[in-house]
C-alpha cells in the first residue's frame, strides 16, 4: 500500500502549514475542542466554551441587547455605516471589520441607530477602545463629577475664573479657545466654516459625558445660557450654573487693550435678554 506523506513546517511568522509532498495546504493553527489540543485551518473560527458561556449569559441577562444585534435593522445599519466609511477603519484607516457605536449603546440606548454614534472600526482599534472604556468605567465607579457651566460676556473673566478653580484632572470646553487653536485667528473671532466643526465636537461631548464618570469636573465655558445641557445630563450630573458679571464698559476696554475686534454692543443686547434664572452671580468688576 502507498503511503502519503505529509510534512508539518512553519513560515516566517511563525504560522504552521502543511506540506503534501511539493504542495502547500492550508496553514494551520493549534486551538482545543471539546477540551482536546486540535489542528486546524488558520481561518477556522472556533466557538470556544467562555464565548458560549458569555453569550449564554447574555441571552438570558439582556436578552433586548442580544437581540438587537441579531436584528435585521441593525444589519442593514452596520452596511449602510460601513458603505459610508468607505470599508475604512475610522481610527487607523485599515480595512474595517465591524459597526462600533462611539457612545456605547448600554450607556445610551436611544441613539442605538444615530449615524452619528457609529464608526467603522478594524478589530485591533475596536478592542483599545473596549478596553479603554472598560478601564474608564471601573475607574469612575467611586467617582462623582461635577458639570460647571460658566458664562459670560468676552473678556469678562471667565476663563480666568475657571483656572482658579480648576483641579489636576478636569475637562475644559471653551468654544473660543478651541477656536483659535483650529483656525490661528485672534480670540474671540470666528471662521463660520470651522464653527460647524466646533459645534459637532460639543453635540458629541455632551452625548459622550452622560456616560463619564472619570472627570473631578467639567467646565463648559460659554457667552449664554443652552438649555441642551441641561436636558442632555440633568439626569447623570449634578449641574453647577455660574454667570460672571463684569461692568461692560470693563470688559470693552479689556478687547480694545488686547486689539479684539468684534461686534460687542450685539453680543451684550443679546446677553441682557438672556434667562439666567438658577445661576450663580460671581461679581467681576
Not at 436611544?110 to 477602545?129: E, F, P, V, Y
Request: charge should be positive; charged fraction near 30%.
Amino acid at each position: 500500500m502507498r503511503v502519503k506523506r505529509l510534512y508539518c513546517n512553519k513560515d516566517l511568522y511563525g504560522h504552521t502549514y502543511i506540506r503534501k509532498g511539493m504542495s502547500i495546504l492550508k496553514p494551520t493553527k493549534l486551538t482545543f475542542i471539546n477540551g482536546k489540543p486540535t489542528l486546524v485551518s488558520y481561518d477556522k473560527i472556533v466557538r470556544k466554551d467562555n464565548d458560549k458561556a458569555y453569550n449564554f449569559h447574555r441571552n438570558v441577562e439582556e436578552n433586548d441587547y442580544v437581540k438587537f444585534y441579531h436584528s435585521t435593522e441593525w444589519k442593514h445599519k452596520r452596511q449602510e455605516i460601513l458603505e459610508r466609511d468607505y470599508g475604512l477603519c475610522q481610527r487607523c484607516g485599515m480595512d474595517a471589520e465591524l459597526v462600533d457605536h462611539i457612545i456605547p449603546s448600554k450607556d445610551d440606548w436611544i441613539d442605538r441607530l444615530n449615524n452619528d454614534n457609529l464608526q467603522s472600526l478594524c478589530r485591533g482599534c475596536h478592542k483599545i477602545k473596549t478596553k479603554r472604556e472598560w478601564m474608564k468605567h471601573h475607574k469612575g465607579l467611586e467617582r462623582y463629577m461635577n458639570i460647571n457651566i460658566v458664562c459670560g460676556l468676552p473678556a469678562s473673566g471667565k476663563t480666568t475664573y475657571v483656572k482658579q478653580h480648576m483641579t489636576e484632572h478636569d475637562l475644559i470646553y471653551d468654544y473660543d479657545e478651541l477656536m483659535q487653536a483650529l483656525t490661528g485667528l485672534p480670540l474671540h473671532q470666528t471662521n463660520y466654516d470651522v464653527h460647524d466643526y466646533v459645534s459637532l465636537f460639543f453635540d458629541q461631548m455632551l452625548r459622550k459625558l452622560k456616560a463619564e464618570q472619570t472627570f473631578n469636573n467639567v467646565w463648559i465655558i460659554k457667552t449664554l445660557p443652552d438649555k441642551r445641557i441641561d436636558t442632555l445630563l440633568s439626569n447623570y450630573h449634578r449641574i453647577n450654573h455660574i454667570v460672571i458679571m463684569t461692568d461692560p464698559n470693563v470688559c470693552e476696554e479689556r478687547l480694545r487693550e488686547r486689539k479684539e475686534r468684534i461686534s460687542f454692543q450685539k453680543i451684550l443686547n443679546g446677553f441682557k435678554t438672556a434667562d439666567f434664572t438658577g445661576y450663580r452671580v460671581v461679581k467681576n468688576g
